[in-house]
């Protein structure tokens, strides 16, 4: 059974950080590549970042790009969003999403 399970959401300030992580089970994790997506209030679901399978490559959206890293922790099946410089529009459940799988979602909101 493959299972996806985000944690590290939170209340932050604007211009504080946070790191999400998401554990992964059920399938081989370092083989495929691993995305966080996020859901504003009001918003529809948009991609956030991209990391393939091995790490080396990773992509951002514009809006968070400079602002946030993925990485992967492939002995450990972990992914990871280091966000920093955070802003109020950064507001949304994160999740993280492989293997066409999705976990539950952690709140990250940003306000001060």
């Known amino acids: 059974q493959v299972q996806l399970v985000e944690t590290g959401g939170g209340l932050v300030q604007p211009g504080g950080s946070l790191r999400l992580s998401c554990v992964a089970s059920g399938f081989t994790f370092s083989e495929y590549p691993m995305y966080w997506h996020r859901q504003g209030p009001g918003k529809e679901r948009e991609w956030v970042a991209i990391i393939m399978d091995k790490g080396g490559i990773t992509h951002y959206a514009d809006s968070v790009k400079g602002r946030f890293t993925i990485s992967r922790d492939n002995a450990k099946n972990t992914v990871y969003l280091q966000m920093n410089s955070l802003k109020p529009e950064d507001t949304a459940v994160y999740y993280c999403?492989?293997?066409?799988?999705w976990g539950q979602g952690t709140q990250v909101t940003v306000s001060s």
């Open positions: 999403n492989g293997h066409g799988s």
